[in-house]
C-alpha cells in the first residue's frame, strides 16, 4: 500500500527515542562494554613502517610469555584468492581485506596489523607484543596521490595493473584502474562557450572520526561455533566477512551486534573480528579486542583525499555547455576509493549536453580507505561547486540563479548513464530562493557561500518481523543496526500501519541467527529498504487481524475493516459488531490460529535520490585566517521526514563534519610516512563552539517507491559544506581556497599572497 | 613488573623526604591533568609519585601585604571563583581558565601547568608578564625564584629531584595596572595553543604605559619574556605607531619551529597580532574600561 497522500498520525510526529534513555544514562551496551568469564584480551602488534617487506615474524618469545594463550600471524589465516566481495558498503576484495587484517609479506602503511596476541591481561599483552621479532626490509614509501601515480614511485603492489586502459600496461603501478564517463562531446561544447573557469583542488582524506574505536568480542567454541558481539554498521556483513577470511560456514557464525557509537560509513568492513576469532580458535577462549583512538587513527580507513582539475564552459546567460573534471582518488594502500561515485556525483545535478569525467584509483602507503558518508561525492563537488562560484562571479550571476539555469529536472539525462526520475532538485532551490537567511543582506565583513550536493541513496536487501505480544502490545524485530534513529522510525512505520501509539511498538536489531539477511546500514537505505520491509510485514499483520475478525464474526474477510488500530464491520451489511482491538484479538488468537506474526524480506528497489543546498555566512579574521561560521542553512529534499528530528539530526550533523572537513581536518605525515597527529588534540574535528546553530529546512518530495515517500537522508548534508564554506571565504576575503583544510595557516598565507 | 608507589604526605618535610629518597623516578603531583595523560600513554613511567593536595597551605588564595599567594595545588576553578585575583589579575585569571574544559578546570594547577614546561602552556605567559615568583622548597630549604627561572626547556625545569613548588607570589598592584591573555588556537576551545601571549601594563593618569611586560608562549622551546616588545610600550600611549612597534619586536622575539601545529611563517606573524590584540585588551583594562574575558 502506498500511505503518501493519506492522512498520517504517526508517520512525521516526534515521539521520544526509544533507544534515548538507554543512552543517555550509560546503560546502552556497546562492544566495549562486553565481558565474559575467562575472557582474554587480544592485542595487535602494528607495523610502524610506511612500506617494508617482512622478512620474518619471530613468536616464540611473545608465546613463551606466562599469561599469553594464543599469538597469530598471517600463517593463520587461509590464503585468498583475489575475489571481488559484495558485502560492505564500496569496493572491496577479500583477498586484500584479508591482508588488509593481517600483513602478508609487506607491511603495506605505517599501523598494517603484522601479529596478534590473546593473554590474560592487557598489560600481559602489550608485554608479548614487545616480544614479538619483526625483520624488516625498509621500501620507499610514497604517500601523496599524484606522487604515487609517478613512473617512478615505489609500487605498492607487483600483480597490480591498471584496469580500464587499452592496451592493458604491462607493468604494475599504483594506479589501480582509470574510469571514464563521457556524454556529447566537451571539446566541442567548449569551443561554443563563452567563458571558461578551470581549477585544480585538492583534499584531505578525513577520518569519520566516530567517538567508539571498534570493538568485539568473540567465541571460537570446541565444536566449531563462533559468537561474536561486535560494534558494526551490519552484523550479516561481519558474519560474511569473518566466514571467508577465515574459511567458515555462515551457518557456524552468530552475530550479534551492539550498539554502535558511530559509524559514518567507517564501520561497513571489518579490522577486528577475525582476527580475535582466529585467536579464540587457537586458544579456545572468549577473546575481546578493542582499538585505542591512536589505533584507530593509525589503521583504520578514512575517505581518500583528492587531486582534481576541472573546466567548465558556459554561454553569457549561465547556459553551462561543457564540463570536464580529472579526478585522482587515493585508495589508501589497497585499491578501491570511492572513485566511481566521485565521477557520477559532481555533475549529477545539473542538465549538461557535453560531459568528459576521467576518475583515477590510486594506492599508496596509507590505510586502506572506508566509507564515509556520500563516498566521493563530498570530494568532487568541492572542485564542482568551487568552479560554479567562479562562474558566477565571472558572469556576474546569481549563484543560486546559475545553478536554477542548470538545474537537473525529471527527464534529464546524466552523464553516466541513468535518467532522473522523481527528483527535487528544483523544489530545493525554490525553498533556498524563499528563505529567510538566503533573503537576507549578507552581514557587513561577511561572506555568503551557496553548493550543492547530490547522492543516489540505495535500497537493498532487508528483513523485518513483526510480533503482536500476547497483551496486544508489538515488536518489530529487523537486521539493521541503529545509528540514525531507524529503531524510532521503524516503529513508527509499523505503528502507523497497524494504527497504534508508536510507544506500544518495540522495535529491536535482532542477530544474524535470528533474522532474515539483511544488507547493512549505509547508503542512506534503513528508512527506505528495512523501512519497507517493516511496512509489508506490518500490512500483512493486519491482513491477518481482519483474517482473525472475520473468522470470530463468522464474516467474509472482505467485510472486514482495519481503522485506529481495531478491527470494524466494513458496514451496516457486514452485521452490528463492537469493534475488536489489537489486545482483544491478541488474547483470542490461541483460537484464532495461534501467534501473531509477520516478516517480510525485500530487495527494495526505486531509492529516490536526495539533493541539498546549504547556504553559509563566514567571517574571516584576515590577520589569523581564522574563520567562523556565523549562519549555516542546509536545505534538503528528504522525500518524507518520518521522524523529523532524527532527519534534522542527520542533516546537522552532516553538515558538522563537512565544517571539520573544510576548516581544520587532516592526515599530517612525518618523512617517514608515519602519521603524526593520531589523536583528537591534533586531529581537529569542530568542537561545539566552532559549529553554530545549523537550520535544517525539510523539503517534502515524496518519493513514489516507499510507502510512506521517504528518501534516504544521511548522506547528502555533508556534500555541500566544503564548497558552501569555500565560495563564502571567497566572498568575503576576496580569496579562492582551492586546497583543503582551509585552515588559518594557509588562508592566512593567500591572504598575503593576494596582497601582494 | 615494575611497581607503582603513590603517596600523599601531609607536611612539606615529609614531601621532601618521600622526593629526596626515592629510588627511580619520582614525579609530583598536582592536578594530574598532565601527569595522568602521560603515564596513559606510556610517556612516563614514574616509580613514585607524590600527591601534594593533601599539604597544607597548597590549594587556597591569600592575600599578604597587597599580593596574592597562590597555593601551587590551587584548581583553576577556584582561581576563577576568587574575585580579588578577577579584579588584580584578570590576565593571570584568563589564561588559567583557558586551560581544557569544566572538568580538567576542577583539576588543573598553574604549577603543573608550569612545571610541565610546555612551551605552549597558557598561564605561563600571563604568570611571566605578571612577574610572578614562586616558592620552591626542598632538602636544602626554601627558595623563591621569578616563574621564568622554573622552566629550561621542552618538558625540563630547574627544580632539583627533591624540590617542589609550594606557592606563587604576585606582586602589589599600583593604579592603573592590568593584564591580559590571549592565545591562537584554530579551533574555539580544547585545543593547544599556536601562539599565546601574556601582557602587563602600568600607565600613568595620562594613559601612557610606564612599566610593562610582555611573554610570548608556543615560539621557541620554552615560554619567553620579550623585554624589547615591552620597551615598545614603556613611554607610549597605545596608538598605532607604538602598536606597530609592538608588533615588530614581538615577530624578532618569536623563534619557533615547523609543526603540526603551525608553520614558522605563520606563527612568527600571529606572535605580531597577538601582541596587539593582548596589548590593546590590557591598556582598557588598566584604564577601566570594562573587557570580557578572553574566549
Ligand atoms: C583535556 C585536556 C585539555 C588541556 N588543555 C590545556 C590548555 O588548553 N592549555 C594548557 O596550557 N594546558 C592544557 N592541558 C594540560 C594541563 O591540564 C595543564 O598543563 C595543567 O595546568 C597541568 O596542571 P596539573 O596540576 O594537572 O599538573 P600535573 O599533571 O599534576 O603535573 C604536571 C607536571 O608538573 C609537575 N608538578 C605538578 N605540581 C608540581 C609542583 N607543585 N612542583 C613541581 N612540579 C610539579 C608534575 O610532576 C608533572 O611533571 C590540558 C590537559 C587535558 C587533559
Known amino acids: 500500500m502506498n500511505y503518501i497522500d493519506t492522512s498520517l498520525k504517526v508517520v512525521g510526529t516526534r515521539p521520544i527515542r526509544p533507544d534515548g534513555v538507554d543512552k543517555v544514562t550509560g546503560r546502552a551496551v556497546f562492544a566495549a562494554d562486553t565481558r565474559a568469564a575467562g575472557m582474554l584480551w587480544g592485542k595487535v602488534l602494528r607495523s610502524p613502517h610506511a612500506h617494508a617487506r617482512i622478512v620474518s615474524i619471530d613468536t616464540s618469545k611473545a608465546e613463551a610469555l606466562a599469561g599469553v594463550h594464543a599469538v597469530v600471524t598471517a600463517a593463520d589465516f587461509p590464503e585468498i584468492v583475489s575475489e571481488e566481495a559484495f558485502v560492505g558498503e564500496g569496493p572491496m576484495n577479500f583477498r586484500d581485506l584479508s591482508m588488509n587484517c593481517m600483513a602478508r609479506g609487506k607491511a603495506l602503511y605505517e599501523g598494517h596489523a603484522l601479529a596478534a596476541v590473546a593473554a590474560t591481561t592487557q598489560e600481559i599483552a602489550d608485554r608479548a607484543l614487545a616480544l614479538i621479532d619483526v625483520q624488516y626490509d625498509v621500501l620507499p614509501h610514497v604517500i601523496d596521490v599524484e606522487a604515487a601515480m609517478a613512473d617512478d614511485a615505489p609500487v605498492l603492489h607487483d600483480d597490480l595493473f591498471t584496469a580500464g586502459v587499452d592496451p592493458a600496461p604491462t607493468k604494475p603501478s599504483n594506479v589501480a584502474k582509470v574510469v571514464t564517463f563521457r556524454k556529447g562531446d566537451a571539446e566541442a561544447g567548449f569551443a561554443e562557450a563563452d567563458v571558461i573557469v578551470e581549477g585544480r583542488y585538492t583534499t584531505q582524506p578525513v577520518h569519520q572520526a566516530y567517538i567508539e574505536p571498534h570493538a568485539c568480542m568473540a567465541t571460537y567454541a570446541p565444536d566449531g561455533q563462533v559468537s561474536i558481539h561486535s560494534s558494526s554498521q551490519g552484523h550479516f556483513m561481519v558474519r560474511a566477512y569473518t566466514a571467508k577470511l577465515l574459511g567458515l560456514n555462515l551457518s557456524n557464525i552468530r552475530v550479534n551486534p551492539a550498539e554502535i557509537g558511530g559509524g559514518f560509513g567507517g564501520k561497513t568492513l571489518v579490522y577486528l573480528e577475525p582476527v580475535a576469532v582466529a585467536l579464540s580458535r587457537k586458544c579456545g577462549r572468549t577473546v575481546k579486542m578493542q582499538m585505542t583512538r591512536e589505533e584507530v587513527f593509525r589503521a583504520s580507513g578514512p575517505t581518500s583525499g583528492a587531486a582534481m582539475e576541472i573546466k567548465i564552459g558556459a554561454k553569457k546567460d549561465g547556459t553551462i555547455v561543457a564540463a570536464k573534471q580529472i579526478l585522482k582518488y587515493q585508495a589508501g594502500a589497497f585499491p578501491g576509493s570511492p572513485i566511481g561515485p566521485g565521477c557520477m556525483c559532481g555533475f549529477a545535478m545539473y542538465d549538461l549536453p557535453n560531459v568528459d569525467v576521467v576518475g583515477y584509483d590510486v594506492v599508496s602507503n596509507r590505510p586502506k580507505v572506508a566509507a564515509y558518508r556520500a563516498p566521493g561525492a563530498p570530494i568532487t563537488s568541492f572542485a564542482v561547486e568551487c568552479a560554479l562560484d567562479d562562474l558566477a562571479l565571472k558572469l556576474d550571476l546569481d549563484p543560486l540563479t546559475l545553478r536554477e539555469k542548470n538545474a537537473a529536472k525529471n527527464g534529464t539525462k546524466t552523464h553516466y548513464g541513468p535518467t532522473h526520475h522523481n527528483i527535487g532538485f528544483t523544489a530545493v532551490l525554490d525553498a533556498v530562493k524563499a528563505h529567510p537567511h538566503w533573503k537576507s543582506p549578507v552581514k557587513e565583513g561577511q561572506g555568503r557561500g551557496l553548493a550543492c550536493g547530490f547522492w543516489f541513496n540505495i535500497g537493498g536487501e532487508s528483513s523485518a518481523q513483526v510480533h503482536v505480544n500476547e497483551d496486544g502490545t508489538v515488536t518489530a524485530a529487523t537486521g539493521s543496526p541503529d545509528i540514525g534513529g531507524s529503531r524510532a522510525s521503524i516503529g513508527m512505520m509499523v505503528a502507523e500501519v497497524l494504527g497504534v501509539p508508536p510507544t506500544t511498538v518495540r522495535t529491536i536489531v535482532a542477530d544474524t541467527a535470528s533474522i532474515g539477511f539483511t544488507f547493512l546500514t549505509g547508503g542512506s537505505r534503513v528508512t527506505f529498504a528495512t523501512g519497507m520491509a517493516a511496512t509489508q510485514a506490518a500490512e500483512k499483520v493486519v491482513e491477518d487481524l481482519k483474517r482473525r475478525a472475520a473468522q470470530t464474526w463468522e464474516i467474509p474477510v472482505e467485510a472486514v475493516e482495519w481503522k485506529d488500530g481495531k478491527a470494524y464491520p466494513a458496514g451496516s451489511n457486514a452485521g452490528a459488531f463492537e469493534p475488536l482491538d489489537l489486545a482483544t484479538l491478541a488474547l483470542k488468537s490461541p483460537r484464532t490460529g495461534g501467534p501473531i506474526i509477520a516478516e517480510v524480506s525485500v530487495n527494495a528497489q526505486g531509492a529516490g535520490p536526495g539533493f541539498g543546498a546549504h547556504i553559509c555566512d563566514v567571517s574571516v579574521d584576515r590577520e589569523t585566517g581564522q574563520v567562523t561560521i556565523e549562519r549555516y542553512t542546509a536545505v534538503q529534499d528528504v522525500g518524507k521526514a518520518i521522524h523529523p528530528s532524527y532527519v534534522e539530526g542527520q542533516i546537522q550533523g552532516g553538515a558538522a563534519q563537512g565544517i571539520g572537513w573544510a576548516l581544520n581536518e587532516e592526515y599530517i605525515y612525518n618523512d617517514k610516512g608515519q602519521m603524526e597527529n593520531p589523536g583528537f588534540l591534533d586531529y581537529r574535528v569542530p568542537v561545539a563552539s566552532d559549529v553554530p546553530m545549523i537550520e535544517a529546512v525539510l523539503v517534502e518530495v515524496p518519493n513514489p517507491r516507499h510507502p510512506f515517500g521517504a528518501r534516504g537522508v544521511g548522506e547528502v548534508p555533508i556534500i555541500p559544506p566544503m564548497a558552501a564554506i569555500g565560495n563564502a571565504i571567497r566572498r568575503a576575503a576576496g580569496v579562492r581556497m582551492h586546497d583543503l583544510p582551509m585552515s588559518p595557516p594557509k588562508l592566512r598565507a593567500a591572504l598575503d599572497a593576494a596582497s601582494g | ?295
Not at chain 2, 89 to 104: C, F, K, R
Not at chain 2, 237 to 259: C, F, G, R, V
Not at chain 2, 266 to 287: E, N, P, S
Open chain 2, 1 to 295: 613488573m615494575s611497581g607503582l608507589s603513590y603517596a600523599a604526605p601531609t607536611s612539606v618535610d615529609e614531601a621532601v623526604k618521600l622526593l629526596a629518597g626515592a629510588s627511580g623516578l619520582a614525579k609530583v603531583l598536582s592536578g594530574g591533568t598532565d601527569l595522568l595523560v602521560q603515564m596513559r600513554s606510556g610517556r612516563v613511567k614514574p616509580d613514585l609519585i607524590v600527591d601534594t593536595k593533601k599539604i597544607p597551605g597548597l590549594i587556597g588564595i591569600r592575600e599578604e601585604n597587597g599580593s596574592y599567594v597562590i597555593g601551587a595545588a590551587t584548581p583553576g576553578a577556584m582561581v576563577e571563583a576568587h574575585a580579588g585575583m578577577k579584579a588584580a589579575w584578570p590576565g593571570v585569571v584568563e589564561a588559567l581558565d583557558l586551560i581544557g574544559s569544566t572538568q580538567i578546570q576542577g583539576r588543573c594547577t598553574l604549577a603543573g601547568n608550569l612545571c610541565n614546561a610546555s612551551p605552549a602552556a597558557d598561564s605561563v605567559p600571563a604568570l611571566f608578564a605578571a612577574g610572578a615568583t614562586a616558592v620552591i622548597v626542598g632538602g636544602k630549604g626554601r627558595r623563591e625564584v621569578p616563574v621564568e627561572q622554573v622552566p629550561v626547556g621542552p618538558g625540563r625545569t630547574s627544580l632539583g629531584k627533591d624540590e617542589f613548588i609550594l606557592e606563587f607570589r604576585l606582586p602589589p598592584r599600583p593604579a592603573r595596572s592590568s593584564d591580559a591573555y590571549l592565545r591562537f588556537i584554530p579551533r574555539t576551545e580544547m585545543d593547544i595553543a599556536v601562539v599565546g601571549c601574556g601582557i602587563s601594563v602600568t600607565l600613568d593618569d595620562k594613559g601612557v604605559c610606564t612599566t610593562a611586560r610582555v611573554a610570548l608562549g608556543a615560539v621557541a622551546p620554552t615560554v619567553v619574556l620579550v623585554p624589547d616588545a615591552a620597551q615598545a610600550l614603556v613611554g607610549h600611549k597605545l596608538d598605532a605607531d607604538t602598536l606597530a612597534k609592538l608588533d615588530a619586536a614581538a615577530q624578532a622575539a618569536a623563534k619557533p619551529i615547523n609543526d603540526k601545529r603551525g608553520t614558522i611563517e605563520y606563527r612568527v606573524k600571529v606572535a605580531g597580532v597577538l601582541a596587539r590584540r593582548v596589548a590593546a585588551i590590557a591598556f582598557d583594562r588598566a584604564q577601566g574600561f570594562v573587557n570580557g574575558k578572553a574566549h
